[in-house]
């Protein structure tokens, strides 16, 4: 059966994603760190979610320098979970 691009497409992300902090998901990540404070999970949760955090904060505000500052004050909150 024909695989159409978009599917490819897809296929591709999904295998990017799960190179970052291997095949745990984010669940086991996002436990792991907290109550573990494995900071390993929390660098692949980072990389994971982070273009995504970026993307939503740029759309929503419109200016690329709060939107850096937005994405970084998400990273902290993750980092005071500890």
């Known amino acids: ?3 159409s691009p978009m ?3 897809v296929q ?3 295998a990017a994603t799960l190179a ?3 095949s745990r998901p984010d669940e086991v990540l996002l436990n ?8 390993d ?3 692949a949760l980072v990389r994971r979610h982070g273009p995504m955090v ?3 904060c740029c759309r929503v505000i419109h200016r690329q320098h709060d939107a850096d500052a937005d994405r ?3 990273k902290e909150s993750l980092k005071e979970i500890e």
């Open 20 to 22: 970052v902090g291997g």
């Open 41 to 43: 999970a929390l660098t």
């Open 32 to 39: 792991d760190f907290v109550r573990h404070q494995d900071a």
């Open 72 to 74: 970084e004050k998400a």
């Open 12 to 14: 591709r992300l999904h």
């Open 54 to 56: 970026w993307g939503v």
């Open 1 to 3: 059966m024909p695989t």
């Open 7 to 9: 599917t490819k497409i």
